[in-house]
């Protein structure tokens, strides 16, 4: 009984794992089609890609629904958690032909930085959730700013509003927005980070970028 308990629970979880992974991205889809999304400095992105120039963009783990919308219509790969809700997210990015590398934003010197750092080589624009996987929400993790001082990338924060949405009961109060709602985006200009900057300045930036982009969301 013990062992056919066991097996038919097992089961479950794959049946809901894989309704995670193909029907939540059809909603996703369906539910973002319908939200309007209005976008303060969006000339910032398309200028660096005329010039050929390619960015790491940032934004908050909670708000990442529309984060990773937004830039799925460039030359983009993702820093996604090497988790199985991970999986879930990768299906959705893959579906928004996104180039995902499995790890974390404190992977500083490992196998995902490195993965990264092999993409922005290749001109793509790497997004990355900074106080992902775990948390805390909103406490920026190296990562980024790594990446940008290593490959002379420019930063750019991106601060996201959503006039109505729920909020779930998560560490890092993850945000859907309400169908038939408005989003406001804003685009901070693009941060340089001097490859010779010291450690205490590199993580002087570092905080510098997490206070702007707090203050990007309210």
């Known amino acids: 009984y013990s062992m056919g308990y066991r097996f038919a629970k097992s089961i479950k979880k794959d049946i809901l794992f894989f309704a995670g992974l193909y029907i939540s991205r059809f909603f996703i889809n369906v539910l973002l089609l319908t939200v309007k999304i209005k976008i303060e400095n969006s000339e910032i992105p398309e200028n660096l890609i005329k010039n050929n120039q390619n960015f790491t963009a940032v934004f908050w783990h909670g708000k990442m629904l529309i984060g990773w919308y937004l830039f799925r219509k460039y030359n983009s790969a993702a820093l996604i958690s090497p988790s199985k809700d991970g999986e879930i997210l990768t299906n959705l990015l ?125």
């Open 94 to 218: 893959v579906n928004w032909n996104y180039v995902v590398v499995r790890g974390s934003s404190n992977d500083s010197g490992k196998d995902a930085l490195k993965k990264m750092l092999d993409l922005a080589d290749r001109k793509m624009n790497l997004i990355i959730t900074p106080d992902g996987p775990k948390g805390p929400a909103e406490k920026m993790k190296a990562g980024a700013v790594v990446i940008c001082k290593k490959k002379k990338l420019p930063l750019l924060l991106t601060g996201i509003r959503m006039e109505k949405k729920k909020i779930l009961k998560s560490w890092d109060k993850f945000e859907v927005p309400i169908p038939f709602s408005s989003v406001t985006v804003t685009y901070s200009s693009p941060i340089w980070i001097e490859e010779s900057l010291s450690y205490d300045e590199t993580n002087e930036v570092i905080l510098k970028a997490e206070s702007q982009l707090k203050e990007m969301n309210k």
